[in-house]
């Protein structure tokens, strides 16, 4: 296999695996693979363990993958997915709450994944997230309780657009 690369500097073309460090105690070797295979980084060393670190440098971010990666952690297969909804709600007096559902067609989320939710500026006051249940009903998989939490009351229905962003666990 000839790699092309697109930096305009070059690049370094090995055939076989590279392994650096070892005469430090622990190297690193990246490993690699026919055709069909899977490529491997991992640490080297005399002992029979050795722990691997993979991080950015400084405050910089740590991307596995992208969008159409499912990431596996000790062999459980791990997909990010997220998206946007449009939620309303009717008037709501001082105190009152309203429910938000989605459905599998908009959040197809699964007993224990991990789930993070947020909602935009609602069109007419703030609204508190109070409640979040979750449903193996397809038409109800995620309903959201949200508050009317101020003195005042809603005085007009409201709208707004939220985001839903998952690990979905069963990929």
Not at 60 to 76: C, E, K, T
Not at 129 to 146: I, K, Q
């Amino acid at each position: 296999m000839e790699a092309r690369s697109t930096n305009t500097k070059g690049y370094v073309h090995y055939g076989h695996d590279v392994v650096a460090g070892v005469e430090e105690g622990i190297g690193i070797r990246l490993g690699a693979a026919s055709t069909g295979g899977v490529a491997i980084i991992e640490p080297i060393s005399d002992s029979d363990t050795a722990a691997l670190t993979v991080k950015a440098k400084g405050a910089a971010a740590l991307a596995l993958g992208d969008s159409s990666n499912v990431v596996s952690i000790g062999g459980v297969p791990y997909a990010a997915k997220s998206t946007t909804f449009a939620y309303a709600y009717a008037a709501l007096s001082s105190g009152q709450t309203a429910v938000i559902t989605l459905a599998s067609t908009t959040a197809d989320i699964n007993p224990g994944d991990l789930v993070s939710i947020s909602l935009g500026a609602p069109t007419v006051e703030p609204l508190a997230l109070l409640n979040v249940r979750y449903s193996t009903a397809a038409a109800s998989r995620v309903t959201l309780v949200v508050g009317n939490i101020t003195s005042t009351a809603f005085a007009s229905t409201g709208s707004g657009t939220g985001r839903i962003t998952w690990l979905d666990l069963t990929a």
